[in-house]
Nanobody, 123 residues
Framework: QVQLAESGGGLVQTGGSLRLSCTAS????????MGWFRQAPGQDRDFVAG????????LYADSVKGRFTISRDNAKNTVYLQMNSLKPEDTAVYVC????????????????WGRGTQVTVSS
């Protein structure tokens, strides 16, 4: 069993930055790929970024490429999402998820989910 807890959300102005963290419990973190998804009110949960178990590869949604960076620290059981140049359309609840080894853009392929952290970008 893996439990995930996100933190770092908040209110920021357009063009600002935030860094989200997701800390995992359990001994399988170092063998887990991690993903960040986001869900705005009334919308589906969309893929944002993913990173492989060892940090060797990453995936990004086109909408965040060049602005967001995913990274991980296996010694701390933590994955990060650095978000720069934030836009109002980035406003959503951001949720981290885990699956074995390699990341996926498909939410159905993730086994464990956190509860999310709210990010609000004001115009």
């Amino acid at each position: 069993q893996v439990q995930l807890a996100e933190s770092g959300g908040g209110l920021v102005q357009t063009g600002g930055s935030l860094r989200l963290s997701c800390t995992a419990s359990g001994r399988t973190f170092s063998r887990s790929a991690m993903g960040w998804f986001r869900q705005a009110p009334g919308q589906d949960r969309d893929f944002v970024a993913g990173i492989s178990y060892n940090g060797g590869s990453a995936l990004y949604a086109d909408s965040v490429k060049g602005r967001f960076t995913i990274s991980r620290d296996n010694a701390k059981n933590t994955v990060y999402l650095q978000m720069n140049s934030l836009k109002p359309e980035d406003t959503a609840v951001y949720v981290c998820a885990a699956r074995p080894i390699v990341p996926s853009m498909t939410k159905q392929e993730y086994n464990y989910w956190g509860r999310g952290t709210q990010v609000t970008v004001s115009s």
